[in-house]
């Protein structure tokens, strides 16, 4: 029912525009995606087909059908359009197996090639996608790439050149590439063992030592691990980066706080900011699926390990009056698990929390986590619902919060797909035979 709320309200007020605003019924388009459309629809396919909205998917795939163009000009994130739009459409093509996904997924991915053409191989961050020229981000170090950005890519782009079949673009997009972007990595020297987020795409080194598991790190470290499942365990590089990094993020950034609450904290040039963003609370699930792999003596370490990062993500939210969690929370001066500045007080819709929880259900069976994803459907019924939509709130510690008027587009791809997946049985999009893309997109393994 949230879905198809979300979805309704979507199509009544801002079909084809990229997100839903819900306060003031309109849409927002916004400038992530070079002037692609519809992030919402194509974030949303999967979610309406696996929760069998009929006819709510098929209203989605007319859209696709007849609307979404690619021939668009403007600055698009490599790493956003490959997340949403390619991951969105891969899933649904392989979820249904109908061609117009596969064949809007495969023309969209050759328009981000140009972004891997640096003298490095490492992608730039942003494209635009009619005039197919590419440069870095503004605000990033120094012209520098981000390790969360190019080093999110894997999944989707081995797929691409799997399902193209055509040679070039295989050598080009994918195998090649992508592949590349490790050898760059396990070439340069990580202070401590540790990947900071800058990197130039021309000379392959750090730009900067900031180190995080959360934004600008987060994904790169989920798609190593799932880069070894989606293989069936065969790409044994991608295991081994995996392992090697979680051992230096747990001997340098793993804590405990006073209070016993166990968290990973920022790490800046050798010092540590004890902080915690929402984005990182996704590696509850991300260190419990690794766990399950890992050898017996080390297994039951990270089950713990995943569950008490898992359990303190919870803490944030419970500890807030509307019981969801802010933007970030720290562990200084007394403060446990809550934001200390106004600014990082928000909540956006995000999924990181309900992600681990579906993930620690999963693979434990334990039914607290259901019991907190339940949670976390009250307190969105009660304080994110409005009367067209859902929508993130700008203070989570005040139980009349404003609305920021927008339902983001990973609510319906990530946090109610998540949500379902909580409650539904395990072999609904097994973890055996599906890996999900850090947009919740599942993608199927190479069995
Ligand atoms: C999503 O687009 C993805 O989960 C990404 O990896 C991080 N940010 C948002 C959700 O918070």
């Not at 197919?132 to 990033?140: F, I, K, L, R, V």
């Not at 260190?287 to 008490?308: N, S, T, V």
């Amino acid at each position: 029912q949230m879905m198809k709320f979300a979805w309704d309200n979507y199509k009544q007020y801002a079909l084809g525009k990229n997100e839903l605003r819900p306060l003031t019924k309109n849409g927002h388009i916004g400038n992530m995606f070079g002037g692609l459309r519809g992030a919402t629809v194509v974030d949303a396919l999967d979610t309406l087909y696996i929760m069998e909205l009929e006819e709510e998917f098929q209203e989605a795939k007319k859209w696709v059908e007849k609307s979404f163009d690619l021939n668009v000009n403007g600055e698009a994130s490599l790493f956003e359009v490959n997340i949403r739009y390619i991951g969105g459409l891969l899933a649904a093509y392989y979820l249904t197996g109908e061609e117009v996904f596969k064949s809007k997924a495969l023309e969209l991915g050759e328009k981000l090639l140009p972004a891997f053409n640096t003298p490095t191989g490492i992608p730039r961050g942003v494209i635009n996608l009619g005039r197919q020229d590419t440069w870095s981000w503004g605000w990033a170090s120094a012209g520098s790439s981000i390790l969360a950005e190019f080093g999110t890519l894997h999944l989707e782009f081995l797929h691409l050149s799997e399902l193209s079949g055509n040679p070039v673009f295989a050598e080009k997009a994918s195998i090649s590439q992508v592949m590349n972007i490790r050898k760059v990595l396990n070439r340069v020297e990580k202070p401590q063992g540790l990947y900071p987020n800058f990197l130039s795409p021309v000379t392959g080194n750090w730009v900067q030592h900031h180190v995080s598991i959360g934004g600008l790190g987060d994904s790169f470290y989920e798609y190593l691990i799932k880069s070894w499942l989606m293989s069936d365990k065969k790409d044994s590089e991608a295991k081994k980066m995996y392992d090697d990094a979680l051992e230096a993020i747990e001997k340098h950034l793993v804590k405990k706080s006073a209070g016993g609450l166990t968290y990973i904290a920022e790490w800046r040039g050798g010092i540590l900011d004890h902080k915690m963003g929402h984005l990182a609370c996704f590696s509850g699930g991300m260190i419990a699926l690794g766990a399950e792999h890992a050898g017996e003596e080390r297994k039951q370490h990270y089950m713990d390990l995943a569950a008490e990062i898992t359990n303190t993500c919870h803490e944030s939210y419970t500890r807030s009056d509307t019981k969801l969690g802010p933007e970030a929370f720290r562990f200084d001066a007394g403060t446990e698990a809550m934001a200390t500045r106004l600014s990082e007080r928000y909540y956006i819709l995000r999924p990181e929390v309900v992600e681990s929880y579906m993930y620690m259900w999963r693979l434990t069976h334990d039914p607290k986590y259901r019991q907190w994803g339940w949670e976390v459907v009250k307190a969105l019924e009660k304080h994110c619902r409005v009367e067209a939509g859902f929508s993130g709130i700008r203070d989570v510690y005040t139980t009349t919060p404003t609305h920021d008027n927008m339902q983001q587009s990973f609510f319906l791809a990530e946090t109610l797909k998540y949500l379902y997946l909580l409650f539904c049985e395990d072999d609904v999009l097994s973890l055996d035979d599906w890996v999900f893309n850090t947009e919740a997109h599942p993608l199927p393994v190479n069995h």
